[in-house]
């Protein structure tokens, strides 16, 4: 059995979902549909879930929300249209969506869940009527039915780990299973949604929870690229990867496959194939568990902007039992996680995610270390991009480290950090973001063009 998700692409207009159909049904074995809400249909468009968000600030703003209720209706319409359905499931839509906006809008966050998670759930509903109207028996099931069950509120929203026994019941169903991404239900029902492009969780947990033979995720690329294609001209496809370079290369701006995506597959062993829903006898790229790493040792390089570095030394800072939990601490206060670490004897950069930060929380920060951990020096830098190196051989090939700072060295950029992850299977340098581009530019060329290709 093979669990396929549907990324916003796929089924952003009635021709892709006549696209998703074919594939569907191109393989018996394709039980489990997990659709995204339409997407973008060309590059200005918007997508339904942005719409929804729109929709939802008009009607919290206490503002006619008339016309955002039918650019979202019209979308779904539209596909319904041009898919040969009858009214029936609009009817159902737009009751569907007049239910959501009559909720209580006392909790703002609750009510925006429930109405951003009407863009896939419609979206179910529509590709499940669809799919049995060309002769392909399928249901649309809900998350709450099927026991998809997430953390509550204040915790981040996660998937809880009870779900799996109570989803892989839907191995047993006879029908295809249309399944709606994104959102889940807490304990007490509460509805919570993931991190935009949540989908691929939705898909994720399920393949791992029916012991899926393999979780297809379909976009609208062909495969994973060894770099951003949008920087670097014709770069090589990545046939096959593991879970744990894929991790490493989503955390830095490979925006295929969600990074939180991976771990349930990978806790089960489900193999995952990133394949495209206009081009599907392309391969795709497998993410699997191992690879033979004797041929390629760097896989990729990804780039990525956003992160700040709070900067603090300290004269025997080596000495003091407890200075990095203290740090540490302060940051949790401020209810900031972080990225890296990179020390020295006596000084030390956190990095972290800069949209964490504001201009309060930097000045709380730097008053506390410099009164409550009496540090020598303390600033924080913003506008730094990480560039990260991504390869299981990396480990146990000599010179790396030294080709990729070489060519670093020829863009006339300096390095502000170095990383290399306990694991070897990345190396971060951090640098700055106007320096990002044509760092990429040049690392891709030392490991993917030139004539000493690994
Ligand atoms: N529709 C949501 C988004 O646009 C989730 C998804 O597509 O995965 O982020």
Not at 372 to 377: G, H, I, P, R
């Amino acid at each position: 059995m093979k669990v396929c998700k549907f990324g916003g692409t796929s089924v952003a207009s009635a021709q892709q979902i006549k696209k998703v159909a074919g594939i569907v049904r191109s393989d018996p074995s394709r039980k489990i549909v997990v659709v995204s809400a339409p997407g973008k249909r060309f590059d200005e468009d918007l997508k339904v879930t942005d719409l929804l968000i729109i929709l939802s600030e008009t009607v919290l703003s206490n503002k006619d929300p008339q016309e955002q209720l039918t650019q979202v209706i019209t979308r779904y319409k539209e596909i319904a249209e041009g898919l040969g359905l009858g009214t029936e499931i609009m009817d159902v839509i737009q009751k569907d969506l007049q239910n959501r906006l009559a909720v209580d809008k006392g909790n703002v966050e609750r009510f925006t869940d429930i109405l951003k998670a009407s863009g896939e759930d419609n979206s179910a509903k529509l590709v499940a009527a669809y799919l049995t109207s060309i002769g392909l028996p399928a249901k649309y099931i809900n998350p709450k039915e099927a026991g998809l069950l997430v953390t509550s509120y204040p915790n981040r929203v996660q998937v809880l780990p009870e779900s799996n026994s109570h989803l892989s019941s839907l191995r047993e169903k006879a029908s295809i299973t249309v399944f709606p991404g994104y959102f889940g239900y807490t304990k007490e029902g509460v509805l919570r949604t993931f991190e935009r492009g949540g989908s691929d969780i939705t898909g994720s947990i399920l393949a791992a929870s029916v012991n899926a033979e393999l979780y297809e995720n379909f976009t609208d690329v062909d495969c994973v690229f060894a770099a951003n294609p949008k920087i670097v001209d014709n770069p090589v496809e990545i046939d096959i990867m593991t879970y744990r370079e894929m991790r490493e290369l989503s955390y830095a701006g490979f925006a295929v496959l969600h990074d939180e995506a991976l771990m349930p597959a990978f806790k089960e062993s489900i193999p995952v194939c990133i394949k495209n829903t206009n081009n599907p006898i392309a391969t795709g790229t497998m993410i699997v568990a191992k690879r033979d790493v004797a041929l390629r040792p760097v896989t990729g390089i990804s780039a990525d902007s956003g992160f700040s570095t709070l900067y603090v030394s300290k004269y025997l800072m080596n000495r003091e039992i407890g200075f990095g939990r203290k740090l540490l601490q302060i940051l949790e206060d401020e209810g900031i996680s972080y990225e890296h670490i990179p020390s020295g004897i006596d000084d030390l950069s956190v990095i972290l995610r800069s949209h964490q930060l504001t201009t309060d929380k930097e000045t709380r920060i730097i008053h506390r270390i410099t009164t409550e951990l009496e540090a020598d020096d303390v600033h924080i830098r913003n506008d730094l991009s990480m560039i990260v190196l991504v390869g299981e051989g990396m480990n146990n090939t000599t010179g790396l480290a030294a080709r990729a700072t070489a060519a670093i060295s020829r863009t006339g950029a300096n390095i502000e950090m170095i990383n290399q992850g306990s694991s070897e299977v990345s190396l971060v340098f951090g640098v700055l973001k106007q320096d990002e581009t044509k760092i990429l530019k040049e690392l891709y060329c030392e490991f993917f063009t030139s004539a000493l290709v690994l």
